[in-house]
C-alpha cells in the first residue's frame, strides 16, 4: 500500500511517499480503506519527537490519528462491524507506528464508529480527535443547561467544536478568539471575546456572578480562569498541567466508540458541523503539516488518499 512515512524524528521534510505492507488485522479490530484522514498538532509534534518520553515509537511511522473510510476486512471478534460500512475513528493505538495517511490503517473495534451520514467524507475525517476532545472534557465536567461556559481558543479547531458541543448541551457559551474569528463563533450561537490583557473584565461584563464552567483548549490562561471563575465552578485544560494544582482537571483525549457516536448523532441533528479549511493529497502531507504549524488554518486540514 501507498503510505507517507518518516524514519527519524524532524521536521516536515524527513515525509516521503513510501511502499508499506498490507497490514495484519488483529482480534478486535478492523481493515479500513482510508477515504480522507485530518491533520491535528499531535502529529507534526510526534514526528518531531515532542512526545518521545510518552508513547513507544517504532520507525519507519506512517503518522496519523484520524480517519474516514470504509471497512475493507474484519478480524476475529469483531461482529459490530462489516465489509462494506462507512466509519470514522480516532484511530490512536498504544505505540505510534501505523496510522492513518495510508491507504488501510487497522483501528480497533472500541475506537471506531458509524460515519455521521450529514457530514461529507472531509468533514467526517476532521471529527474524531478534535471532536473527542471537546465532548469528553465537557461531559466530564458536567456541562448542562444551568451552565456558563466559558471556552478558551474558541476559534481553533477543537474549540469550535467545543462552543457547539456545549450550545448542544443547554448551555451559554462565552468565547474567547481574534477578533477575526467573531462573526463565525456568533454563527455557532457563542458571545465572543478577544483575548489578551483585560479578557477578565470583558467576560465579566458579560457574566458579572461569573462562569461556572472554563474550558481551556490553548494554555496559558489559567489566571484569567480563576479571575472569571464563580464560587463552585469547575474547570479543566487539555494543554496546561497546572490547572490540577488549582482544582482543575488536566485532561487529554482517549478513542472511545461510544462518544463517537454521540459525535455523530448530534452532527446528523443538524447541531455540529465541522469546518474544513483547505485539502490536499496524500503526497503532498508535508505541506499540510507545514499548514498546520503556522496556526493560520481556520478550520480542519484534510488529506485525500
Sequence with gaps: MRAMVYESYGAPDVLSLARRPRPKVGPGEVLVRVRTASVNPVDWKLMSGGLDGLMDVFFPVIPGWDVAGVVEETGIDAPEFAVGDEVIAYARKDYVQGGTFAELVTVPVRALAR????????????????????????????VGPEDVVLIHGAGGGVGSLGVQIARALGARVIATASRANHDRLRDLGAEPVEYGEGLADRVRALAPSGV???????????????????????????????????????????PDSADLTALGELADDGKLTVPVARTFPLEELADAFALSQSGHAQGKIIVRV
Excluded at 119 to 137: E, K
Design 115 to 142: 460515519k455521521p451520514a450529514s457530514l461529507s467524507w472531509d468533514q467526517a475525517a476532521g471529527l474524531p480527535l478534535a471532536g473527542l476532545t471537546a465532548y469528553q472534557l465537557l461531559t466530564r465536567l458536567g
Design 212 to 254: 461556572t464552567v472554563v474550558a481551556d483548549f490553548v494554555g496559558g490562561v489559567l489566571e484569567a480562569t480563576l479571575a472569571v471563575l464563580g464560587e463552585g465552578g469547575r474547570h479543566a485544560s487539555i494543554a496546561d498541567d497546572s490547572v490540577i494544582g488549582a482544582g482543575g482537571r488536566w485532561m487529554w483525549v482517549r
